[in-house]
């Protein structure tokens, strides 16, 4: 599936990803800034946040539980559509999937 990441001065990428990726993997394997993602995918950071656009929040989905405690936890609140990107699975229904990078990672 093809995945754009989108910097928050608007810079734009455009990767497709592998298989059995997950956007971080897809991100972090391109060098995406604002991407640190420290813990590697196991869901412990925090530092692999991206805000989905509201066209695709409902085919991407929600936070699971303790990723939307993490990411009360990094921020203080759960704004709508912030996930952490490791928690994210693409398969081609996410053909197309924009995120933006957040300018500060928790
Ligand atoms: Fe650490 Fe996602 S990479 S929580």
Redesign the pocket.
Known sequence: ARITFVQPDGNRQVFDSGEDETV?LVGVRHNVAHLP????????????MVDVPEAWRDRVGPPGLDEGD?IEDALGSRPPGRR????IAVSEALDGLEVLLPERQG
């Open positions: 971080m993602a420290d813990c590697g995918g196991q869901l412990a950071c925090a530092s692999c993490m952490l990107s490791c928690q």
